[in-house]
């Protein structure tokens, strides 16, 4: 397989206004080109995490905490520092692995116990990653503006979601 190169990759044929399932079956295009034949499974996250930070409007932060000794711990991501520990059921993130259910979030100043990791995010979602029963990891995203994701997001996330997952090795993407 040969290494995928912004080139290859042209930005300029998606309108700002596309429709969200397009954009999202774009994301996944894009997402699996990129992690085609390549093994390393922090690289396939960051990659998969620069193309979400690119392709989706509004984003003022995007990464994963991957599980590790029972915690979240921040990995991959797009945006600016980022809260490096979070505990199962504390903040959005933890309550997506306490439920192992996608949390959109319209207003996290709405939410209780909301992590303010960045004071400007306003609405945020979190995709839990589920592997053999267990959650690895979630996919966070943040935004400055309030409402920004809604149930085309987390529709067009879970598909992203389901379609990374077997292409990581996670015992590798969370060991310690």
């Keep these: 397989m040969r290494a995928m190169h912004d080139a290859d990759l042209p930005y300029d044929h998606l309108p700002t206004d596309a429709p969200k399932p397009a954009r999202y079956a774009e994301l996944r295009s894009r997402v699996r080109a990129l992690l085609d034949g390549e093994p390393d499974a922090i690289a396939n996250l960051a990659n998969a995490t620069a193309e979400v930070y690119a392709l989706l409007p509004d984003l003022n932060w995007a990464g994963f905490y991957l599980m590790k000794e029972g915690e979240l711990v921040v990995g991959p991501f797009q945006g600016r520092p980022a809260c490096v ?14 439920e192992r259910a996608t949390q959109v979030v319209a207003d996290v100043h709405a939410f209780a116990g909301h992590i303010a990791c960045d004071p400007r995010s306003r609405a945020e979602i979190v995709v839990p990653v589920v592997v053999d029963g267990a959650v690895v990891a979630v996919l966070d995203l943040d935004s400055e503006r309030p409402g920004r994701f809604d149930d085309e997001d987390r529709s067009g996330l879970e598909a992203l979601v389901a379609e990374l997952a077997p292409l990581i090795d996670w015992g590798r993407a969370t060991a310690t």
């Design 85 to 98: 520990r979070i505990a199962v059921g504390r903040g959005v993130c933890g309550t997506a692995v306490r």
